[in-house]
């Protein structure tokens, strides 16, 4: 699992809009990488509406925003669509980004375990490195905390 000062896993992944996004090609702007479980659960839909609605702060401070689930392309667009999220989302339905990130880990609900994704965020600088994680995220002030680490890069 990447952490702070290391360079961040490199992809390429297909994003809501019809393209694919290279990591690396995006060096000279910091990242912003958040993972969430699933579309239109209600956690990760508050969270991709934060990021929505603070998309231009982001894009003010200079960073690019991506949300990452194993959805498919197809429940990705239904879930922009259902909420009008203006934040472009990625898809990595074979799992080997959010293996790379080290966010695929064993949950365990009322008992029951079972393997998914750890709400996790990940800052990569312009350079490529990470900046700051932020895992087992709260949904509560968690997009303003990311937008003031960039706000500080």
């Not at 060096?27 to 239109?40: C, N």
């Not at 600088?125 to 890069?153: F, P, S, Y």
Request: proline content about 5%; glycine content about 10%; some cysteine.
């Amino acid at each position: 699992m990447p952490d702070i000062a290391d360079t961040a896993p490199d992809f390429t992944l297909p994003v809501t809009g019809g393209d694919t996004v290279t990591l690396s090609a995006l060096q000279g702007a910091p990242v912003v990488l958040f993972f969430y479980p699933r579309d239109d659960t209600p956690g990760c839909t508050t969270e991709s509406i934060g990021f929505s609605q603070n998309l231009a702060e982001f894009e003010a401070a200079g960073a690019k925003v991506f949300g990452i689930s194993r959805d498919t392309m197809a429940k990705h667009d239904k879930f922009t669509a259902k909420h009008d999220l203006t934040v472009p989302l990625l898809s990595d339905e074979d799992g080997v980004v959010t293996e790379a990130y080290g966010v695929w880990v064993e949950k365990n609900m009322y008992g029951k375990k079972s393997m998914g994704i750890e709400r996790a965020t990940y800052l990569i600088g312009a350079d490529g490195k990470i900046a700051q994680v932020w895992r087992k995220v709260k949904v509560a002030g968690h997009v303003d905390a990311v937008l003031d680490a960039v706000r500080a890069l």
